[in-house]
């Protein structure tokens, strides 16, 4: 009837601490109904015998939790003289390792009280037990808990071996957020967290930002590009091909001579320049260098200037910018192509120009 009373008590006990705490805490809390099976010390005089037991666990986040537990069986005294009621009941200190998907083990250590009720009397005491079990995961609620245990006897020097095995049931605890999914909804094997350009089209080839590649760095990606080997630095069109020039284009050069003369200083390279840049950035355009003049002198011999003047700025194109020779030509105008008035000052200087006029190559 004592261990009756005394089961009784403790199982109040846990349930009302569970009932009063679950609901404060963000911790979760086990039920944990089990049977097993100890085996006793030789020196108790006791068989073998299953048992019932109880248990409430409060675990405070992933590693470690608590568990207060009952412990009910009626082992048979080895003399034949009977059996003992015997109560068992205590506390676990339980570090759990870390889960592995739905296994999670652990290791106990506690400390407890027994009662010992037989026909020959009555004895107490306290233990001490440890050892180690696992839990495997059904659901969030439901789990399988099964640990071996050691369990020394204080008062008598007597150690016991346990094997527990239940079905246990979560409840209380804050409500567990969904892990967030690091999904490819571009499909382009690239996680979404990882990914730079998240809507590249599907199939396209990308890089490990997530970027479409550009093999030939022209601008336009592999998958838009229908001239995939452009050179480097070339100018090109939407679909990644050489960029076709559709209309003549000057670009005036601002190169001017001394008096008689056709040479080019060094002075006017960056205006020479300019036209290389335009031709090498345009690669199928080819260019004509034409020389104007005023008309102070000679029509004829201000046609021979301007003539010299032209082929000394395409000579520049050709040997000092790699300028293709068979993109150029040179055409002198004389003082046939004014821009401006030859009756003033300023409008003879302007008159005085040599022009790049740049022409497509159609394709028939």
């Not at 003992?84 to 400390?111: C, H, N, S, T």
């Not at 979560?170 to 350009?197: L, M, N, R, T």
């Not at 590249?200 to 550009?214: E, H, K, M, Q, S």
């Amino acid at each position: 009837m004592k261990t009756y009373l005394s089961a009784t008590l403790l199982a109040s006990v846990i349930a009302a601490t569970l009932s009063t705490t679950a609901a404060a805490n963000d911790g979760t809390w086990y039920l944990n109904p089990a049977i097993g099976y100890q085996d006793f010390d030789s020196d108790r005089d006791l068989d073998g015998e299953p048992l019932l037991s109880i248990g409430a666990e409060y675990r405070y986040g992933e590693h470690w939790a608590s568990e207060i537990r009952i412990m009910d069986s009626s082992p048979d005294m080895d003399s034949g003289n009977g059996d003992v009621d015997l109560l068992q009941y205590g506390i676990d200190g339980i570090y759990y390792f870390g889960r592995m998907d739905k296994f999670d083990p652990y290791a106990a250590v506690g400390i407890g009280h027994a009662e010992f009720d037989g026909d020959a009397g009555e004895d107490n005491e306290t233990q001490y037990d440890a050892g180690l079990g696992f839990r495997y995961a059904f659901t969030d609620r439901w789990s399988l808990k099964a640990d071996a245990k050691m369990i020394y006897g204080h008062d008598d020097d007597t150690q016991d071996t346990l094997l527990l095995v239940g079905l246990s049931y979560a409840f209380g605890g804050a409500a567990k957020q969904a892990e967030p999914v690091d999904g490819d909804a571009d499909g382009d094997g690239v996680s979404d967290s990882q990914d730079q350009c998240p809507n590249t089209p599907a199939g396209a080839a990308v890089d490990a930002n997530g970027c479409a590649l550009d093999s030939d760095g022209d601008g336009v990606p592999d998958y838009k590009d229908e001239c995939p080997d452009t050179p480097a630095g070339r100018q090109v069109d939407e679909r990644g091909c050489k960029f076709v020039l559709t209309s003549t284009e000057e670009l005036a050069i601002n190169v001017t001579f001394a008096t008689d003369s056709s040479e080019v200083t060094d002075a006017y390279m960056a205006e020479v320049e300019k036209a290389a840049d335009f031709l090498k950035q345009y690669a199928d355009v080819s260019a004509v260098i034409e020389g104007h003049t005023d008309n102070t002198g000679q029509a004829s011999y201000n046609e021979s200037l301007s003539q010299r003047r032209a082929d000394a700025v395409m000579a520049v194109l050709i040997e000092r910018f790699g300028i293709a020779a068979d993109r150029l030509s040179a055409k002198g105008y004389g003082e046939a192509n004014p821009i401006e008035s030859n009756d003033t000052a300023a409008g003879r200087a302007a008159n005085r120009r040599v022009v790049a006029v740049m022409k497509a190559e159609v394709e028939e």
